[in-house]
Every structure is written in structure tokens, then in C-alpha cells.
């Protein structure tokens, strides 16, 4: 039997398609009931502040590196989404005199502009790989940082990236945000047609997917246009390159970072319930990493709000 149609866009699949009394469960779950969501292979950590938030954030950067040696090099997977933690990595490696020329970075994820058939250049507004070095690696001081053949950004041409993960890096830790259709990366739900038409792709396949360019769920266009474009959604392109589930499993943890500013408050509980309970489902991407081995969610209090109605 076909499940229900998205209430977001009828061609797509979503959280909206989830089972009712699911989304109520999740709607429910207080700060106290999130606390207690951590299993053997998940942990959910609460932070007070803001600054203890983006402080942990930034010294998963700062231990992933510290791993690093010319001989055994280790790297971190990491989001433009929050951007808070990159300039306090830049700082903190600064400060305390650290050599990260041995260490990695993979950039999640990168616009792609279908109009030309390349990734989104440096030089465009809403560009990652811009962002990364402008509020980080840039403001590393030239004698301790990694080079750029030690920074891998996705691009349309995947096979160089893709190739990065067998090359003898150590991926210590992948860093993402939480997007409003629940997406780590870009790896947002497919859409409703063809053999997905009545019911959305098994976890096994979605999880074989490597990094690719993907089309956008309206939804994710949409939330890119408020937190980064002032809600200019002519300007976010319907396009982009993602990391893949492939590669995320080669990771050996997956931090995620909810601080209230991207995904909601219901989005904060769902994926958290899914994940704890093992509920895996692809219209819920995030929900696919039930099935990590170690996987990390991390909230600001102040961030986690209500689900209660209120009418503004």
C-alpha cells in the first residue's frame, strides 16, 4: 500500500510521509527524554552555551589533527552549516603553536550549477570551499598548515575526491549539520517516481550511494535561502555535490551539531528518536545512521526549543 504524500511538495519524499504516531512520539520528547536517548554506539551530549558548543565543535578539528603524522595521516569531514567553529579552529591551532601540516580536510559538500556543468566556483557567493578557506584554513598561519593537495573539496567531477577516501587517510571524525528535510551533507530524500514511486528506497541501496551530484528536495532550497541568502531563493542553486553514505561509513564517527539554527525543534527530536530506537527510514536520511557504529548528536540547550503550538 503507498504511503502518504508529502504535505511539503507531493513529488517528493519526506518526513511528512512518516507514520503519525511516530512524528507525535518525537513532537513529545522533552530536554529530559533527549538525555536519555543515548545507546551503546549513539551519544547525545547537551551543551549550556553557545560558546561551549562551537568550542567542542572546533576541537574535534583540533584532536582529528593532532592524531595526524607524515606516516599515518588523519583527516576531519566537515560542514559549512554551522560555520561558527571554523574561525575558532584557525585561532586555537594558531595559538597554540600547532603543526597540522600532516592533517586533512573534506569539504561535505559544494554547489553545482547545472548551467555550465561544474561545481560552483570559489568566486560564487554561497561557495563552500570559499567559506572553509576563508574562515579557516586561510587564517592558518602559512608554517603550520596543511598544503592544498591536503584539502579535498568535492567537485563535478567526483573521482578525485572519491579516490581520497582510499588513499591511507584516517577519517577520524565527520562533522555535519542537520538540514529542515533531515539531510547530513546534501544527502537529502529522493524523489516519488519511477520504483520509489509508492514507497521510498531501502536504507541498503540509499547506503550505497557515493558522492554525487544530486538534485535538491524543495525544502533545502527553501532553508539555504534563509540561513545564507537573506531568503533570496533565486539565488540557491537546485543543484549540488554531496558526500555519499559510502564514504560516511568510512568515517569512524559521526559528530552532528544541532544549535537550534538550522533544522527546528522538531527536527531535533525526530532524528535523535529515530536514531536511538533504530527506526531507519530514507525519507529521513539523517535516520540512516542508526546504523553507524559511533555516532554523536550534539545540542545547545537554548536551541532545542518547543514543539508546542504558538501562534506569532
Known amino acids: 500500500?503507498?504511503?502518504?504524500?508529502?504535505?511539503?511538495?507531493?513529488?517528493?519524499?519526506?518526513?511528512?510521509?512518516?507514520d503519525s504516531e511516530l512524528i507525535d512520539a518525537a513532537a513529545r520528547l522533552t530536554l529530559r527524554d533527549l538525555e536519555k536517548l543515548s545507546r551503546p554506539g549513539f551519544k547525545v551530549l547537551l551543551y549550556d552555551t553557545l560558546e561551549d558548543f562551537y568550542?567542542?565543535?572546533?576541537?574535534?578539528?583540533?584532536e582529528a589533527w593532532q592524531q595526524?603524522?607524515?606516516?599515518?595521516?588523519?583527516?576531519?569531514?566537515?560542514?559549512?552549516?554551522?560555520?561558527?567553529?571554523?574561525?575558532l579552529v584557525a585561532r586555537m591551532v594558531n595559538a597554540l603553536g600547532l603543526d597540522v601540516r600532516s592533517g586533512h580536510f573534506w569539504g561535505m559538500d559544494e554547489w553545482y550549477l547545472p548551467e555550465n556543468g561544474r561545481e560552483a566556483p570559489v568566486t560564487h557567493p554561497l561557495s563552500f570551499e570559499k567559506c572553509d578557506r576563508e574562515l579557516c584554513f586561510d587564517r592558518i598561519d602559512r608554517r603550520r598548515r596543511m598544503p592544498d593537495a591536503h584539502l579535498h573539496f568535492p567537485k563535478a567531477d567526483t573521482g578525485p575526491y572519491r579516490r581520497?577516501?582510499?588513499?591511507?587517510?584516517?577519517?577520524?571524525?565527520?562533522?555535519?549539520?542537520?538540514?529542515?528535510?533531515?539531510?547530513?551533507?546534501?544527502?537529502?530524500?529522493?524523489?516519488?517516481?519511477?520504483?520509489?514511486?509508492?514507497?521510498?528506497?531501502?536504507?541498503?541501496?540509499?547506503?550505497?550511494?557515493?558522492?554525487?551530484?544530486?538534485?535538491?528536495?524543495?525544502?533545502?532550497?527553501?532553508?539555504?535561502?534563509?540561513?545564507?541568502g537573506g531568503g533570496n531563493i533565486s539565488l540557491v542553486p537546485t543543484k549540488a555535490i554531496s558526500v555519499g553514505p559510502v564514504e560516511t561509513w568510512k568515517a569512524e564517527k559521526v559528530s552532528i551539531w544541532h544549535a537550534g539554527n538550522h533544522d527546528n525543534p522538531f527536527g531535533q527530536r525526530l532524528t535523535a528518536f529515530m536514531v536511538s530506537k533504530g527506526l531507519v527510514d530514507t525519507a529521513v536520511p539523517m535516520s540512516l545512521l542508526a546504523d553507524h557504529p559511533n555516532v554523536q548528536f550534539n545540542y545547545f540547550r537554548g536551541g532545542f526549543g518547543s514543539c508546542q503550538v504558538k501562534m506569532h
Open 1 to 18: 500500500m503507498p504511503r502518504k504524500h508529502s504535505a511539503i511538495s507531493p513529488d517528493w519524499w519526506d518526513y511528512t510521509t512518516l
Open 55 to 62: 568550542l567542542a565543535e572546533a576541537l574535534e578539528y583540533i
Open 68 to 87: 595526524s603524522t607524515a606516516d599515518n595521516p588523519v583527516g576531519i569531514c566537515g560542514p559549512v552549516g554551522p560555520t561558527e567553529q571554523l574561525p
Open 164 to 228: 581520497s577516501w582510499d588513499a591511507g587517510i584516517r577519517c577520524a571524525v565527520m562533522q555535519g549539520g542537520q538540514g529542515d528535510v533531515k539531510h547530513w551533507a546534501f544527502n537529502d530524500p529522493l524523489p516519488r517516481k519511477g520504483k520509489y514511486r509508492d514507497n521510498p528506497p531501502p536504507a541498503a541501496e540509499y547506503r550505497k550511494l557515493a558522492t554525487r551530484v544530486v538534485d535538491l528536495h524543495p525544502l533545502t532550497i527553501a532553508q539555504n535561502a534563509r540561513t545564507s
